[in-house]
């Protein structure tokens, strides 16, 4: 695993103030190629199982890859991550990764691509929150396998991000 490169062009996402003292419960790491691994390393059933699943989601042609790019961006900076775990992400375009944290006012995203971050970001908040009609833009641009595909995608971008926040994941070299 490394660092995404596309998160350190997202404004305020590089560098993300941590909101709390850095955890102190858990001071065992296993072997690792980097402090994520470290610390899945410690569960290797788990941590095998989530590259293979996660790694599916980068396979799969029923949503673009830029989109799901996007979409992991934007959780991870809103759950506080300074690490984005799993498959390094394809290109996109750097216009949109800058202004993604004003993704609803920019010329630059596609209908499709402000739908899937508004159902994103309210996935995160509170799924119980997405209306009929966020649901909806969704499945009429993905299809009903396509918003799956997404809804498995944004739940592991979610989980992860915050699993990274949570036990202060810190790319390498990054002072905790």
């Known amino acids: 695993m490394r ?6 062009a997202a404004p305020g996402s590089a560098r993300i103030a941590r909101r709390g003292a850095p955890l102190t419960w858990l001071p065992e790491t296993a072997a690792g190629a980097d ?3 470290r610390v899945f390393a410690l569960r290797p059933n788990l941590f095998e199982a989530w590259r293979e699943f996660e790694g ?3 396979r799969d042609d029923r949503v673009n890859p830029e989109l799901l790019v ?7 900076h809103q759950n506080g991550a300074r690490w984005i775990p799993g498959t390094p992400a394809p290109a996109v375009d750097a216009g949109k990764v800058a202004e993604l944290d004003s993704w609803w006012t920019s010329e630059r995203f596609t209908p499709l691509e402000k739908a899937c971050l508004r159902f994103a970001e309210q996935f995160a908040l509170d799924p119980s929150g997405i209306g009929d009609e966020e649901a909806k833009a969704v499945t009429e641009g993905l299809g009903d396998a396509g918003t799956v595909a997404f809804v498995e995608a944004l739940a592991i971008f979610d989980g992860f991000t915050r699993f990274c926040a949570m036990l202060d994941v810190a790319p390498e070299g990054d002072a905790p």
């Open 3 to 8: 660092r995404d490169p596309s998160i350190a």
């Open 56 to 58: 599916l989601l980068w």
């Open 35 to 37: 402090s994520f691994g």
């Open 70 to 76: 996007l979409c992991r961006l934007r959780l991870a």
